[in-house]
């Protein structure tokens, strides 16, 4: 008797009708997650020792972890990582962590945090290193979930490093190619993504990982010496990583207004060292190349802005006050001027009642931003810099139809595509500032926003940019609590968008990205 022959079972993979390896892309997030997972084992050690309960720390960690070992067993073994799989990589890695991220504050019921948007709110916003915040009062925070806020912050500030100088320029994501040159390995032509983020990775967090050491280190001598009796060693620890990473997240709902003058002049300048490009801190550092910095445009416009809007601000603020009072209100001009430019978002004082010339030179600096190799939001100042001397080429093309002007920065011509690319990114973020904007606004007049006009635009600005505080309720001092659910969820989406930058999932929303 003669078996029929049996024609063998394919399995239905959806993923290959389309153009992007999806197996690929989730596979890298299931490992991503795994490797994520392990940040629960300190906040619930914390919680031990702290007579708090673990559980909803290790639950979030145990689901991490099952959510990135079951990704990574269903996508099996998989081909390297492509350009375009790291669109798909990069937005699926900043929703899921967040959300992961919030499961402790649900879980274990904390008050101010309890819903789960407020919850993924606050997550967002610290793994974005953003500082906005629904709580209106930290203190109130355990010890173990107070850590795991600040906590955020410094993964956020890992991710960021990667995201912004192994991971977009690769993508060409806004014009991020410019940071080709600095990167470790060269040119950004490479067939893989993962070629050479590993080694990049390491070097930048070694950069890292050394400023928030010195920063807090230098931060916890002032306590000891007696110079700031607030600043104790959990303080340290806390400032000095809100300061590196950008974020703005503070123990004390007051920021930093409550610390020494000398703690605060401290923390303006991790700040403003955190704002530099960590490649030229890494080129400064380890390789010695000073020549570098001298030949760095957006290092020299990043300092003369800092020192401008330091400038306007203190023009402002000391006419108006006692001529004692001369040193602190410059003091509070530096801060602020520095916090707002990086989009650290730690405040000395409530800018929010002070005069337009200081409120229209704070909002201006929210679009602004850092230098392009930092852990900033925003535009960041090499774009600016790029847009300024292409206007200044097209209107000299004007006038010399014949002549071919290359835009250069720093010594290096810029070439068309990372002009179209910069121009895109502009163009986009005003887009969806103005979108977000228009969102918060309409909640506000269907009576559940609860703000005004500028105050939207403030608060989308604040999230766009990953500034944290903006202006009136939601100032500094204030909290984006009495905002409705609808707001919250578009402030939220901006500081996702902000962060990776828009392209990403305006790439993934495109038709065309999903066809083979």
Same mark, same amino acid.
């Given at each position: 008797?003669?078996?029929? *022959?049996?024609?063998?079972?394919?399995?239905?993979?959806?993923?290959?009708?389309?153009?992007?390896?999806?197996?690929?892309?989730?596979?890298?997030?299931?490992?991503?997650?795994? @490797?994520?997972?392990?940040? !629960?084992?300190?906040?619930?050690?914390?919680?031990?020792?702290?007579?708090?309960?673990? @559980?909803?720390?290790?639950?979030?960690?145990?689901?991490?972890?099952?959510?990135?070992?079951?990704?990574?067993?269903?996508?099996?073994?998989?081909?390297?990582?492509?350009?375009? #799989?790291?669109?798909? /990589?990069?937005?699926?890695?900043?929703?899921?962590?967040?959300?992961?991220?919030?499961?402790?504050?649900?879980?274990?019921?904390?008050?101010?945090?309890?819903?789960?948007?407020?919850?993924?709110?606050?997550?967002?916003?610290?793994?974005?290193?953003?500082?906005?915040?629904?709580?209106?009062?930290?203190?109130?925070? $355990?010890?173990?979930?107070? !850590?795991? %806020?600040?906590?955020?912050?410094?993964?956020?500030?890992?991710?960021?490093?990667?995201?912004?100088?192994?991971?977009?320029? %690769?993508?060409?994501?806004?014009?991020? #190619?410019?940071?080709?040159?600095?990167?470790?390995?060269?040119? =950004? $032509?490479? $067939? &893989?993504?993962?070629?050479?983020?590993?080694?990049?990775?390491? %070097?930048?967090?070694?950069?890292?990982?050394?400023?928030?050491?010195?920063?807090?280190?230098?931060?916890?001598? +002032?306590?000891?010496?007696?110079?700031?009796?607030?600043?104790?060693?959990?303080?340290?620890?806390?400032?000095?990583?809100?300061? /590196?990473?950008?974020?703005?997240?503070?123990?004390?709902?007051?920021?930093?207004?409550?610390?020494?003058?000398?703690?605060? @002049?401290? +923390?303006?300048?991790?700040?403003?060292?955190?704002? =530099?490009?960590?490649?030229?801190?890494?080129?400064?550092?380890?390789?010695?190349?000073?020549?570098?910095?001298?030949?760095?445009?957006?290092?020299?416009?990043?300092?003369?802005? +800092?020192?401008?809007?330091?400038?306007?601000?203190?023009?402002?603020?000391?006419?108006?006050?006692?001529?004692?009072?001369?040193?602190?209100?410059?003091?509070?001009?530096?801060?602020?001027?520095?916090?707002?430019?990086?989009?650290?978002?730690?405040?000395?004082?409530?800018?929010?009642?002070?005069?337009?010339?200081?409120?229209?030179?704070?909002?201006?600096?929210?679009?602004?931003?850092?230098?392009?190799?930092?852990?900033?939001?925003?535009?960041?100042?090499?774009?600016?810099?790029?847009?300024? *001397?292409?206007?200044?080429?097209?209107?000299?093309?004007?006038?010399?139809?014949?002549?071919?002007?290359?835009?250069?920065?720093?010594?290096?011509?810029?070439?068309?595509?990372?002009?179209?690319?910069?121009?895109?990114?502009? /163009?986009?973020?005003?887009?969806?500032?103005?979108?977000?904007?228009?969102?918060?606004?309409?909640?506000?007049?269907?009576?559940?926003?609860?703000?005004?006009?500028?105050?939207?635009?403030?608060?989308?600005?604040?999230?766009?940019?990953?500034?944290?505080?903006? !202006?009136?309720?939601?100032?500094?001092?204030? &909290?984006?609590?009495?905002?409705?659910?609808? &707001?919250?969820?578009?402030?939220?989406?901006?500081?996702? +968008?902000? *962060?990776?930058?828009?392209?990403?999932?305006?790439?993934?929303?495109? *038709?065309?990205? @999903? %066809?083979?």
């Amino acid at each position: 008797m003669t078996l029929p *022959r049996l024609t063998p079972v394919r399995r239905w993979r959806p993923y290959r009708r389309i153009g992007v390896d999806v197996r690929t892309a989730l596979g890298v997030v299931g490992a991503l997650l795994t @490797w994520f997972a392990v940040a !629960f084992a300190a906040p619930a050690a914390v919680a031990l020792a702290s007579g708090g309960p673990p @559980w909803p720390f290790l639950a979030a960690g145990l689901g991490a972890a099952a959510a990135g070992l079951a990704l990574k067993r269903l996508t099996g073994r998989r081909p390297p990582l492509g350009v375009r #799989e790291g669109f798909l /990589v990069v937005v699926a890695v900043w929703l899921l962590v967040p959300a992961f991220g919030a499961l402790p504050f649900v879980l274990g019921r904390v008050p101010q945090l309890r819903h789960p948007v407020d919850a993924y709110f606050e997550a967002m916003s610290g793994f974005t290193a953003t500082g906005a915040t629904v709580l209106t009062d930290v203190s109130a925070l $355990e010890p173990a979930m107070l !850590f795991w %806020r600040q906590s955020t912050q410094v993964l956020g500030g890992l991710g960021v490093i990667v995201l912004a100088l192994a991971v977009l320029p %690769r993508l060409r994501i806004g014009g991020r #190619e410019l940071l080709s040159y600095e990167l470790p390995g060269g040119s =950004v $032509e490479v $067939e &893989s993504l993962g070629t050479t983020i590993r080694d990049t990775a390491q %070097r930048l967090w070694k950069v890292y990982v050394a400023v928030t050491v010195l920063g807090v280190l230098a931060l916890a001598c +002032l306590g000891w010496s007696g110079l700031d009796r607030r600043m104790d060693l959990a303080g340290a620890f806390s400032y000095g990583t809100s300061a /590196v990473a950008l974020g703005g997240f503070a123990p004390d709902a007051g920021s930093a207004r409550g610390l020494a003058p000398v703690t605060q @002049w401290v +923390l303006c300048g991790l700040m403003a060292v955190a704002g =530099v490009n960590l490649l030229r801190l890494y080129r400064l550092a380890a390789l010695r190349q000073y020549r570098g910095v001298a030949r760095d445009d957006e290092l020299r416009l990043y300092l003369c802005l +800092l020192v401008v809007g330091t400038s306007v601000l203190a023009a402002e603020l000391v006419p108006g006050g006692p001529a004692e009072d001369a040193p602190g209100d410059v003091r509070h001009a530096a801060f602020q001027a520095v916090s707002t430019m990086t989009t650290t978002g730690l405040a000395t004082v409530d800018w929010s009642t002070w005069g337009t010339l200081a409120t229209v030179t704070l909002l201006g600096l929210m679009f602004v931003g850092a230098c392009a190799g930092s852990a900033s939001g925003s535009i960041k100042v090499v774009r600016h810099l790029t847009l300024f *001397r292409f206007a200044r080429r097209e209107l000299e093309q004007a006038v010399h139809p014949d002549a071919v002007i290359p835009v250069r920065v720093s010594g290096r011509v810029v070439e068309a595509p990372a002009l179209r690319s910069v121009l895109l990114f502009v /163009v986009l973020y005003v887009v969806t500032l103005a979108l977000g904007t228009l969102c918060v606004a309409v909640d506000a007049a269907t009576g559940t926003g609860g703000t005004d006009a500028f105050t939207a635009l403030g608060a989308a600005a604040a999230c766009l940019g990953n500034v944290g505080p903006a !202006f009136g309720e939601v100032g500094p001092f204030g &909290s984006y609590a009495p905002l409705g659910p609808v &707001s919250k969820t578009a402030l939220t989406a901006l500081m996702l +968008l902000g *962060r990776i930058e828009i392209v990403p999932l305006a790439v993934l929303l495109h *038709r065309n990205y @999903w %066809r083979a």
